[in-house]
């Protein structure tokens, strides 16, 4: 029966830790299998505790919660409170319609009436995976270094790192452009206005404080100067991918 519906998902699905709260038995051995084919890593429970000690070590990528849970909504709310990027689908009975509406306000995105199916549940799972990756990022990361463009804070680790408005208006805008030569021009545009002229100069006072933030010698592997040309946001392989909020701000190199 799964392999029916598996037929028509894509087998690139992301990988992604995904929360079934509630369906217990028979259904939620079916879910888990079944998210388990399309490359999700699906972790099972049924309390709210269970829940908590889940979402406190990370975000999920989805939670699927069965409405039929007597503590559904907070283990919504909860989910939502961990992160505003987690994908909520909740399972509910047809005739449960005010709880439906509280369960979309609490801050869920979709749900499957029952008797489940498990091909529909598939389908909102992968509608809610098209809508993510259209949706503007608001955490820019590599390595350890994190980029928060929602509460405009940045990170080393667990780490604030203490930047100035300017400072982190020019960290933004070379991790938006990875792998990429910003020019000191186009810098000086972004950040204080098109008359640039004459104030490349005060663009290298503010990446050698910037880089002292970051940690010098991490930050010169990350921020690498070209000469003649700019400065270049380097994520190396090792390091893994880089998400960044939204493309082209900032340009290349002139």
């Known amino acids: 029966m799964i392999h029916l519906f598996m037929n028509d998902m894509q087998a690139s699905t992301a990988n992604g830790r995904v929360l079934v ?17 399309v490359s999700y890593e699906p972790e099972s429970c049924t309390t709210a505790s269970e829940v908590q000690e889940i979402l406190e070590q990370g975000p999920c990528r989805i939670a699927i919660v069965d409405l039929d849970l007597p503590a559904s909504l907070d283990v919504i709310r909860a989910v ?7 994908g909520i689908v909740f399972i509910t009975r047809p005739e449960n319609v005010q709880l439906r509406r509280s369960a979309l306000m609490a801050g869920a995105d979709d749900f499957v009436l029952k008797p489940l199916s498990m091909r529909e549940l598939m389908i ?3 509608a ?6 259209l949706r503007p990022k608001t955490l820019l990361e590599a390595g350890d270094l994190r980029v928060d463009l929602s509460t405009r804070k940045a990170f080393r680790g667990e780490r604030q790192l203490a930047l100035t408005p ?14 990429r030569v910003v020019s000191r021009q186009t810098l000086c545009e972004l950040v204080w206005s098109p008359e640039w002229e004459g104030m490349t100069n005060v663009i290298e006072v503010h990446m050698n404080r910037l880089r002292n933030k970051i940690g010098r010698r991490e930050a010169h592997q990350l921020i690498v100067t070209v000469r003649g040309q700019g400065y270049l946001f380097r994520v190396p392989e090792e390091d893994g991918h880089l998400e960044w909020a939204s493309r082209g701000l900032g340009g290349s190199g002139r």
């Open 21 to 37: 709260v509630g369906p217990d038995g028979e259904q939620g051995q079916t879910i888990c299998e079944g998210l388990s084919l």
């Open 80 to 86: 939502r409170t961990s992160s505003d990027n987690t």
């Open 124 to 126: 909102r799972l992968e």
């Open 128 to 133: 809610l995976e098209v809508r993510a990756r």
């Open 166 to 179: 300017t400072e982190f208006r020019i960290l933004e805008i070379l991790m938006q452009n990875p792998n």
